[in-house]
C-alpha cells in the first residue's frame, strides 16, 4: 500500500516536470539595483517574488519557484526588452516671484528638457503649473496656468508640435514645500513637465 | 387646467433632466478613453479595436479594451498614461482589458491580459497608488504588480 502511494507521487512529480510550462514570470532590477515586488497567483496558491531575477512558472496548473539564468532571460524576453519605449522622464524648472519668467538657473535647464523630448519619435508632454502661497486663490490659479502656457509656447516656437503638449494650473493647491499661508517659497513657483 | 400642465411639467423636469444625464453618461462611455500611445514598432504589430484589425504605427493612440498582437517579426513597445511602459515580442497577444487613471491624484487601477507570447513590463503611477491596483492576468494565473520591472510569458497553443 505504502509502495503504491509512493509510486503515485513519483508519477504525479513526474508528470508536473513534463507538462509544459504555461507562463514564466521574472522580476528585474530598478536601476537602483533593488525591485518591487509581484505576487504571482494560480488557483488558490501564491508565489511573492521581490528580488531581482526572482522567477517562478506555472506548470500543469502548479505555481513554482525557479531558478533561470540571466542569458536566459535575455534569450526568452531579448526582443520584448529591445522595443521598450524610452522611459518616462520629469522636470521642474522655477520661476522668478510673480511671473511666468524662468529662473536664469531653470533657464539652462530648459534645454535639456527640450532635448528630452525631442529625442522621442513620438512624444507627449504635460506641463503643470503651480505657485506659492503668496497672492490669493484666483490670481495664483491663473498665474499656474500662464507658467504652463509660457513652457508650452517656449517649447512651440523651438519646433515642437502644440498638440502634443497639455498645460493646466493647479495654483498653490499641490506645493512642494508645505508652508503657511502668503509665504514667498522659490521651489513652489515651479512648473512639472512630464514627457512620454 | 393651464396650471395643472405647468405643475405636471414642472414634476417631469427632474426625470427629463436624469434622462439627459444618462444618455450624455452613456455616450460617454461609448467611446473608449485614450490610454496611452504606441511609442516603437517592428515588423507586424496590429491594434484590434471593435473587431478591426489596424496595423500599429509609431504615434498611435490606445485605447481601454483594446488588444494587441505582434506577427512572428513583430514587436511594439506602448506608453500609458500614467507612465506604465509595455512592450511586447513577437507572436504575441494582449489586452488591455480594463484602466482608469485620475492624473490630479495619480491613482487608477488597471488589468492587462497577456493570452501568449512575451511582455516586459515597467510599471507606473497606478502600480505606486495601492497594492492591489494593478493586475496582469495570464490565462491561468494573475500578477498583482507592486512598483517593479517584470517580464512574463504565456506559451500558447501549441
Known amino acids: ?196 | 387646467m393651464r396650471s395643472i400642465a405647468r405643475a405636471e411639467l414642472r414634476a417631469a423636469i427632474p426625470g427629463l433632466a436624469a434622462a439627459l444625464i444618462l444618455a450624455w453618461a452613456t455616450a460617454g462611455f461609448a467611446a473608449n478613453s485614450k490610454i496611452g500611445m504606441v511609442k516603437t514598432v517592428a515588423g507586424q504589430a496590429v491594434i484590434v479595436r471593435d473587431g478591426a484589425r489596424l496595423p500599429a504605427k509609431v504615434g498611435d493612440v490606445v485605447l481601454e479594451k483594446d488588444a494587441i498582437e505582434t506577427g512572428p517579426d513583430g514587436t511594439i513597445g506602448i506608453t500609458l498614461t500614467d507612465n506604465t511602459v509595455m512592450s511586447a515580442g513577437p507572436q504575441s497577444v494582449l489586452a488591455l482589458t480594463q484602466y482608469n487613471f485620475d492624473s490630479s491624484n495619480f491613482n487608477g487601477t488597471m488589468l492587462t491580459d497577456i493570452r501568449k507570447g512575451t511582455l516586459a513590463v515597467v510599471s507606473g503611477d497606478i502600480a505606486r497608488s495601492s497594492p492591489n491596483a494593478m493586475k496582469v492576468r495570464t490565462p491561468t494565473a494573475i500578477l498583482g504588480v507592486r512598483g517593479t520591472r517584470f517580464t512574463v510569458q504565456v506559451n500558447g497553443e501549441r
Do not use: W
Open chain 1, 1 to 196: 500500500m505504502r509502495r503504491i502511494v509512493l509510486l503515485s507521487l513519483v508519477l504525479a512529480a513526474l508528470t508536473a516536470c513534463t507538462e509544459p510550462r504555461q507562463a514564466l514570470v521574472v522580476v528585474l532590477p530598478n536601476p537602483d539595483g533593488g525591485s518591487g515586488a509581484v505576487t504571482v497567483t494560480e488557483g488558490d496558491k501564491s508565489v511573492l517574488l521581490d528580488q531581482p531575477y526572482a522567477a517562478t512558472e506555472v506548470r500543469g496548473g502548479a505555481v513554482a519557484a525557479v531558478k533561470l539564468p540571466s542569458e536566459q532571460v535575455q534569450q526568452i524576453f531579448g526582443q520584448a526588452l529591445a522595443a521598450r519605449p524610452i522611459l518616462p522622464s520629469q522636470f521642474m524648472l522655477y520661476f522668478i516671484s510673480d511671473s511666468d519668467q524662468l529662473t536664469p538657473e531653470s533657464q539652462r535647464q530648459y534645454r535639456a528638457v527640450f532635448e528630452d523630448i525631442k529625442r522621442r519619435p513620438a512624444y507627449e508632454v504635460e506641463v503643470v503649473g503651480h505657485t506659492d502661497t503668496l497672492g490669493d486663490r484666483t490670481y495664483n490659479q491663473q498665474l499656474s496656468l500662464q507658467r504652463a502656457r509660457a513652457i508650452r509656447d517656449q517649447l512651440v516656437r523651438d519646433g515642437l508640435e502644440a498638440r502634443a503638449i497639455s498645460t493646466a494650473g493647479r495654483g498653490a493647491l499641490d506645493l512642494a514645500v508645505q508652508t503657511g499661508d502668503q509665504v514667498s517659497e522659490p521651489r513652489n513657483r515651479r512648473v512639472v513637465i512630464t514627457v512620454r
